[in-house]
């Protein structure tokens, strides 16, 4: 796991209020039912704060899985 | 495509659906019926240019509402606009819409403050700015004690310790009213002295702006019977107060008088209590407010404290100055006309 793995799956943790939550590029609204908005915006704040990003309304809607918001996150540079 | 945008009025059907659909209640709840919600929306307001009303549109769909509810802050070195919202509404389905369009808002005006709100709200709003300001406090006063307990649904071995409670407390609160207020009704606040409005000099609080054209377009809600009063001392005019009416509860949606003295102000809640038990109907009266100086008049005019709700506040740009020291009433969100059950 690199180290931006590390960091963004430590948002999820807190998102989701779950210490033992391991990150996968799969996860999505559809197989998490704890996915909700709230997690949601949590989620993508949560990575605002630790990347030093700002989402545009649609990146926000549209990332709706692991896979698509590390494709977001990648567009702005932090995914290398 | 994800969109933000004033509403039209030609959307209000559309915006009736979703806010119906979200909030989970049906036609008959008065709160989003046309009339309410275009009068929320499109009733000219002279602190906003345009509609109120804003929507997020995602694949051309409503996928978040809100309305604004202007408000402007008189901090006594400067005027400073605002806004709360209400209505904020969000699909599921469309994971952080909501949001998005709340900070769209929070973009419109210099602060923005938020009355309450839920539990998820409490929660983000600390995220992006929002700081956890004073609290606005409800109290209640019992008009009419054997009325009020008639119409109280359920019973319990308490409900007569309240009544005995009610009547002595109606008794202490005939003594110790004075008479040097009266409120006389007005059809509206055309042409009222600007002496009457709130004015941060007198009390040394911040306070919310009002005007004749202000408080006349909060008369015309048409979610509750409004009443609009001047509080005066003999002849002269020392304020107002604007009262709305909910089946047999009055509420005082908003109350200002030119005096940093918590026993005038006393006099004045105590004014506006006497205004609202001229109507048979009426055997509750409930007033809330932020600030020190209002409640301590509350608490002396004989009201009762029910709950308190916190008051977020964000002012990136320092407008407000630190300042905590708000008197907010009904009037900054949808407490004066709002019914949970539709009205």
Redesign the interface.
């Known amino acids: 796991m690199t180290l931006i793995d590390q960091r963004l799956q430590q948002i999820f943790r807190e998102a989701f209020e779950n210490d033992k939550l391991t990150l996968a590029d799969s996860m999505s609204?559809e197989t998490m039912p704890q996915?909700?908005?709230?997690a949601?915006?949590?989620m993508?704040?949560g990575c605002e704060?630790e990347f030093g990003v700002r989402f545009t309304?649609?990146e926000?809607?549209e990332?709706?899985s692991v896979a698509k918001l590390k494709a977001v996150l990648a567009a702005k540079g932090v995914w290398r | 495509m994800a969109l933000i945008s004033p509403v039209a009025e030609s959307e209000l059907g559309d915006v009736m659906r979703f806010l119906r659909t979200v909030f989970g209640v049906g036609e008959s709840h008065r709160m989003f019926q046309a009339d309410v919600l275009r009068w929320k929306c499109f009733a000219p307001h002279p602190f906003w240019e345009g509609s109120r009303g804003y929507a997020l549109r995602y694949r051309g769909e409503i996928a978040a509402f809100g309305c604004v509810v202007p408000c402007r802050f008189l901090t006594g070195s400067g005027t400073v606009a605002s806004c709360n919202v209400i209505d904020w509404a969000a699909s599921k389905s469309v994971p952080g819409a909501g949001i998005m369009l709340y900070r769209h808002i929070q973009g419109l005006t210099g602060a923005m403050i938020n009355i309450g709100g839920t539990e998820d709200a409490r929660q983000v709003l600390p995220r992006i700015g929002f700081h956890a300001g004073v609290e606005i406090h409800h109290y209640t006063r019992v008009l009419r004690p054997w009325r009020h307990f008639q119409a109280a649904g359920r019973k319990g071995w308490k409900s007569p310790l309240r009544l005995a409670r009610d009547y002595r407390e109606l008794v202490r609160a005939a003594h110790e009213a004075g008479q040097a207020l009266t409120a006389r009704r007005v059809d509206r606040f055309d042409g009222a002295a600007a002496g009457v409005f709130p004015d941060p000099a007198v009390t040394q609080q911040v306070v919310c702006a009002r005007t004749p054209e202000s408080l006349n377009y909060f008369l015309a809600c048409p979610a509750a019977q409004m009443d609009a009063y001047l509080l005066e001392r003999g002849q002269t005019p020392a304020g107002y107060s604007l009262l709305s009416r909910l089946g047999r509860q009055c509420r005082i949606a908003d109350l200002w008088i030119r005096s940093a003295d918590p026993r005038e102000w006393a006099e004045a809640y105590a004014a506006a209590a006497s205004a609202a038990r001229a109507d048979p109907h009426i055997t509750e009266i409930a007033v809330a407010a932020s600030s020190p100086l209002q409640i301590t008049a509350i608490q002396k005019a004989g009201y009762r404290r029910t709950h308190s709700e916190p008051v977020f506040v964000s002012d990136p740009g320092s407008l407000l100055g630190g300042r905590n020291d708000f008197a907010v009433s009904l009037l900054e969100n949808d407490g004066f006309y709002w019914s949970g059950n539709g009205g």
């Open positions: 609204p996915w909700d908005s709230l949601h915006v949590k993508m704040m704060e309304i649609e926000t809607v990332s709706t």
